[in-house]
């Protein structure tokens, strides 16, 4: 079974400022691990993943995310918030290796940026 | 631009009646996934189908709520009869070959029920 937890529901940076939302997950098996964000009304949009290889992992929007197994997390962060970034935030988990594709989300972070 | 499309965008009903929601998964994938997403319980799996058949509805209310996918364009999620605690906004999301490195979800802008 696998499980995420989100650690905060709402972030606020300033604009300019380091962007860092945390996100543990539970998984029984190796996972895959996603983050997707959520702009007002609009369905989620996958910002970045990762399956296998390199830990460090980049995505779109200037957004990057580490896996730390020892650690059993996979926070996503970005050097320098723009006012572009507000929206919520999800992420999510996946057996790895198999070909089931059920995602499991956290809860979501709101991110708030201040001009 | 390929996009998962979604009908109708919004829908407001009357406790007891029928709902029928539509989603046309981007062409060529062989998995389509609902989810329904409130304030109290996130984003929860309804079903999954790989290829038109179902492989897990497990998050799903059997007693008022079916999923189907009449052909490889059309998935319809239903709800009948309808009752306010279904009011959430309803996502479809379509992929390719979970397992093969197609890892990723595509999701449509999703669906507004309110039932009163």
């Known amino acids: 079974a696998q499980s995420v937890t989100q650690l905060g529901s709402h972030v606020s940076v300033s604009e300019g400022a380091l962007v860092l939302l945390r996100c543990n997950y539970s998984s029984s098996v190796p996972p895959y691990l996603f983050w997707y964000v959520q702009y007002p009304n609009q369905g989620l949009q996958l910002l970045l993943k990762?399956?296998?290889?390199?830990?460090l992992v980049k995505g779109i929007n200037g957004f990057e995310a580490e896996f730390k197994k020892s650690e059993t997390s996979f926070h996503l962060t970005k050097p320098s918030a723009h006012m572009s970034d507000a929206a919520e935030y999800f992420c999510a988990v996946r057996p790895g290796g198999t070909s089931y594709g059920k995602l499991t989300f956290g809860q979501g972070t709101i991110l708030t940026v201040h001009p | 631009d390929a996009r998962v499309t979604q009908t109708p965008r919004h829908k407001v009903t009357e406790m007891g009646q029928e709902v029928t929601m539509r989603c046309q998964p981007i062409?060529?994938?062989?998995?389509v996934f609902w989810y329904r997403q409130t304030m109290m319980q996130g984003l929860e799996l309804l079903a999954y189908f790989r290829n038109r058949a179902p492989l897990d509805d497990s998050g799903m209310p059997k007693d008022r709520f079916s999923a189907e996918m009449p052909d490889a364009t059309l998935a319809t999620l239903k709800i009948q009869p309808s009752e306010p605690r279904d009011s959430a906004v309803y996502f479809c999301a379509s992929g390719l070959n979970p397992g093969r490195g197609q890892e990723t979800q595509y999701f449509g802008p999703g669906t507004r029920l309110l039932v009163l």
């Open positions: 990762y399956t296998t290889g390199a830990t």
């Open positions: 062409l060529g994938h062989n998995t």
